[in-house]
């Protein structure tokens, strides 16, 4: 079992910056596959961003990418996207993932594990 705490959203103007934590507990943290999603209320959990086990491997959404950054630090057993450049389009609950195997998942199938989400609205 994987336990998943996000934390570090809040309400932001649009142009500026939040970075998102999310810290694991349970099994062994460097042998899992991260990512993060967002959901706003009606619509599917989309792709935000993931990182492979080692952190040598991330992918991004086209929509994300050149402003939002995934990465891990395996010793502190945590997880984290800095968001950069925030527009209003990136309000949404944001949840932290995990895959027990070490590929590096864009589909919200292909993760075991769940956080419980963090909150970003951006404002105009």
């Known amino acids: 079992q994987v336990q998943l705490v996000e934390s570090g959203g809040r309400l932001v103007q649009a142009g500026g910056s939040l970075r998102l934590s999310c810290a694991a507990s349970g099994r062994t943290f460097s042998s899992l596959g991260m990512g993060w999603f967002r959901q706003v209320p009606g619509k599917e959990r989309d792709f935000v961003a993931a990182i492979s086990w080692s952190g040598g491997s991330t992918y991004y959404a086209d929509s994300v990418k050149g402003r939002f950054t995934i990465s891990r630090d395996n010793g502190k057993r945590n997880v984290y996207l800095q968001m950069n450049s925030l527009k209003p389009e990136d309000t949404a609950a944001y949840y932290c993932?995990?895959?027990?195997?070490?590929?590096?998942?864009?589909?919200?199938?292909?993760?075991?594990?769940w956080g419980q989400g963090t909150q970003v609205t951006v404002s105009s």
């Open positions: 993932a995990a895959d027990s195997s070490p590929r590096v998942g864009v589909r919200a199938d292909e993760y075991d594990y």
